[in-house]
């Protein structure tokens, strides 16, 4: 079973220590999940552009990011500047979103195992933080960028790119080596294009939707779920026995990748 080390708990800055962690000394797991189709059951920053703007203008951007043309943060910037400039008059989308059911539980069971969990979204990200709040469980850490509407209209950073990496707006892949730095197992929940880097370095990967296709061309093990539901069944079947330890990788994405010549790298935003 992977370790917590005692000089590796004190870096479990980046979320709540719970309490339960006490009692499940050796337990070392961190569970990243995506949100945009992942937790939420359907794309929002998808939806929210679609609406905002003309079929054609979202499906040349989409396209032009799923053949590595454009990176994230080139396709948010791009998409941004196709929303309404007041929050106001943004679609009505978000009011009803559903999001799986089987997520508050799944939150539920790693709290009572001492099971860290993060959202890693690489989407517009304002709406994942109140969509979350909604939900009960609001102070789960998550990972975005930060979409602001100033008087000038929407504005977006991304306080969690990788300062030496232009490619992603949320660079999913440095939270997944945080955590197994520190020792920890990081299994990661995702759907679409937004996690095909990060699927590349996880221990353990759950695909669904376009997910499933990324890891198989590029020979990433994964296993299929549908709601987290399952996620939990499995985490509960492997707590009996423990988890491997994170293990080295090769570097398929960011500076690491640039000076290895990786296949499968994305061209830099133009
Ligand atoms: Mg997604």
């Not at 797991?29 to 203008?57: C, M, Q, W």
């Not at 920890?184 to 880097?197: A, C, I, T």
């Not at 499995?234 to 990786?262: I, K, M, Q, Y």
Request: charged share 25%; with cysteine; proline share 7%.
């Amino acid at each position: 079973m992977a370790s917590v080390k005692q000089d590796q708990a004190s870096e479990m800055s980046s979320f709540e220590v719970r309490s339960s962690d006490r009692d499940h000394p050796g337990l070392a797991i961190a569970v990243l999940v995506d949100y945009d189709g992942t937790i939420a059951t359907n794309d929002v920053t998808d939806d929210l552009v679609r609406a905002a703007s003309s079929e054609t203008e979202w499906l040349d951007l989409e396209l032009a990011y799923r053949s590595g043309a454009v990176g994230s943060r080139a396709l948010l910037e791009a998409e941004t500047r196709l929303l309404p400039p007041e929050r106001a008059d943004l679609p009505d989308l978000l009011r009803h979103q559903p999001h799986d059911p089987a997520f508050v539980p799944f939150i539920e069971f790693a709290r009572r195992h001492g099971i860290a969990v993060e959202i890693v979204s690489d989407g517009l990200g304002f709406f994942v933080g109140p969509a979350i709040a909604a939900l009960g469980v609001g102070d789960i850490p998550i990972y975005s960028a930060e979409l602001r509407f100033e008087p000038d209209g929407p504005r977006i950073s991304f306080p969690n790119g990788n300062p030496d990496c232009a490619i992603c707006g949320t660079c999913k892949r440095s939270r997944v080596l945080a955590h197994q730095a520190a020792g920890r197992h990081v299994v990661y929940v995702g759907d679409g294009y937004s996690d095909q880097y990060a699927v590349s370095y996880a221990d353990t990967v759950f695909a669904k939707g376009d997910l499933v296709d990324i890891c198989r061309d590029r020979g990433v093990a994964h296993r299929g779920w549908s709601t987290f539901a399952d996620v939990e069944e499995w985490l509960r079947r492997n707590l009996v026995d423990g988890l491997p330890a994170p293990t080295a990788h090769r570097f398929v994405c960011g500076p690491e990748a640039d000076s290895a010549g990786a296949p499968g790298r994305q061209p830099a935003p133009g």
